[in-house]
């Protein structure tokens, strides 16, 4: 079994945190990861602020195996992320030569185009992140990955990553669902978790079609252990009188 | 003009940093406090990890003036939120007798009523956040508000505090649309920002049927300086020989 490798997604902007915007990245980022064998075990979001988010930066890096973090790297004054990273890391930013070339493929007036390329900005010693959807590359600096903020041009991103980062173990769920309340079940399922401490039973409790229920759901590395813990939870959902349902491996519930 | 309010919100749940189940309560939380003249600084996921929960609380506790948690205060054994902030506060965790007798209205077996209990517990000390939704109630410990993950059951207990908690002043926007790249506006909307500290601006890109915009966000608490920057953004984006269009104050873009 390889090791657990864990990450941290850092959201940068204001206005996620003025409620203005729905963030959608950070599910994305941890479905994704999850698939690729990393966890991400914390999230931050932070406001445009060159403090905080070095000190966030410095903080989590040392702490996770990778940090992702995901706005602020376009052309405007708000844009503030990678000489954010540069000082987390105490090192000149510099135009990067491939980004400002791809950027200089589209022409425009000088002014304009210098506007564009500060999005080439990058820390002394980055790496880049291809971005197949045709906008400036975003870029890695040691453990930390730097992203744009538009949904999709993050997840073009990040795609690109695949098989190139280290994995540990991957997660896999295995759910249960049950049309009865938590509190019907919880005792058993307490006792279960006991039995099985290399799993991890969440119960997330849910209203359909005017009917109550509860997923119940298995997270651990081993699809066999899975098994055995999904079938006595549906024993213990079955000792209630109620039929279970086993949803699978990996299900949306 | 009043001092600004802040508030750090904590996410508590595996199931988000999974990417299983995607978030909104911040969203909701950020929106409403916002008009409550409360700003939302700081925002936290993190997963069902006693020591991580205790040691999250006490840290944001002191640098944020008010603390929202949403999950982790249901009737099963990966509820730990409440014995959490107990033990943040350093204080025993006691049943409410409040919220046991609301618990106790729908009738139960034994057992299964041992566990709805488990639903009743907060710190010594704490006072109730109330739940029209039906269900147990939520709790306040000084300034850390404890509330339910189910969004419906989150939003239901945040309501009853509306003009209960300390207020500032209320953050405004107005928002500007302009049918261009940000580069071609990016040295403008830097002198703006230049000349008027007091606002925030903040600059959107979006991509809708087909063409590229930006929305430009004024921020700031004097609606008579919103009006006078945004006139200087339309003045920018007329310049480059575009027409904007004012969206309004508060616009949702």
New interface residues.
Partial sequence: MNQAVTACVIIIG???????????N???????L?GWGI??????????DED?IVNTINEVRKTYDYVFTTGGI?????DITAVCVAKAFDVPIIQHPDIAERIRQRP?PD??????L?MARVPEGAGLIDNPSGGPQGFAMENVYVMAG?P?VMQAMLSTLEGKLESGFV?R?QTVRAYT???????A??RI?NDFPSV??????F?REERYGTHL?I?GADTSVLATVADAVMDAVRAIGEEPEDLGLDA??
Avoid: K
């Fill in positions: 204001n206005e996620i945190l003025s409620g203005r915007t729905q963030d959608i950070l599910n994305h980022i941890a479905s994704t999850g966890q991400v075990h914390h999230a931050r979001v932070i406001p445009d905080i376009g052309p405007t004054h708000d425009a002014d304009i185009m210098a506007s564009r500060l538009i999709r997660v769920s309340g938590e509190s019907s079940i919880a005792d399922l307490a978790q991890d039973i969440g119960s997330y409790p209203l759901v997270r949306d519930a």
